[in-house]
């Protein structure tokens, strides 16, 4: 399978932990993407990739949240002392020098 | 105002039978469009994008219209497998963002 691949596909965690998610692009794809979706909504952005570079960031992703991509290939996100808000599905998505991006399955957080 | 607006439905649609939806968005700088398609619990999928001249995907078709700020998506002959949510999404690409802006989805039902 050479689609957006994603690690864990969930996730459940106590209050005040950190968790770390993986996503592994598309290998050919040097734009990567970190979208959030909470029950009945769309996605909603998180931050942006271009190679090892992150060139934007969403108001949403706050002090908590950190996300890398070392070697312009995979990427982590990582969430530090969690909160029951941040209980969301977390999307990866990657995409070329085109505007089309594709999505990985998701990792599901639920914090207790 | 959110940035995408769709009709949350559900549509609620026999097999066979036509249906339409309609999305607004409210920046006028937004130069890419698309319809994305969610299984429940799973990732988005790109349906189709969206083209100012109207495009048709076998039985989809979407239309845009800049000067309304208005995409649609109209699908013949459902099917089943057509129940999902249809996501309305544009991308704006102002300060070389790519970032896409997704509508809350409208969700459809096609029964026997």
């Known amino acids: 399978d050479t689609g957006v691949s994603q690690d864990p596909r969930h996730k459940i965690t106590k209050r005040g932990q950190n968790v770390t998610f993986r996503c592994d692009p598309i290998?050919?794809?040097?734009?990567l993407y970190w979208y959030r979706q909470t029950l009945g909504q769309g996605p909603e952005f998180l931050t942006y990739?271009?190679?090892?570079?992150?060139?934007?960031k969403s108001r949403l992703l706050s002090d908590r949240f950190s996300a890398e991509r070392p070697k312009g290939s995979f990427s982590t996100l990582e969430i530090q002392r969690t909160e029951q808000g941040d209980s969301a599905m977390y999307l990866c998505?990657?995409?070329?020098?085109?505007?089309?991006?594709?999505f990985g399955p998701g990792t599901r957080l639920t914090v207790l | 105002r959110k940035e995408v607006e769709q009709d949350p439905g559900p549509f609620n649609v026999p097999e066979g039978a036509t249906v339409a939806f309609n999305c607004t968005y409210s920046?006028?700088?937004?130069?890419?469009f698309f319809w994305y398609r969610q299984d429940c619990r799973k990732e988005p999928k790109l349906l189709m994008s969206?083209?100012?001249s109207g495009n048709e995907d076998g039985r989809f078709t979407a239309q845009l219209n800049r000067a309304s700020q208005y995409i649609s998506l109209l699908i013949r002959d459902s099917k089943l497998s057509d129940s999902a949510t249809y996501l309305c999404?544009?991308?704006?690409?102002?300060?070389?963002?790519?970032?896409?802006?997704f509508g809350s989805g409208t969700r459809l039902l096609v029964r026997p």
């Open positions: 998505a990657s995409s070329s020098v085109t505007d089309t991006q594709y």
């Open positions: 290998s050919e794809h040097n734009r």
């Open positions: 990739f271009q190679n090892e570079a992150q060139l934007e």
């Open positions: 920046n006028s700088a937004s130069q890419s």
């Open positions: 969206v083209y100012s």
């Open positions: 999404v544009v991308n704006s690409r102002m300060d070389s963002s790519y970032k896409l802006i």
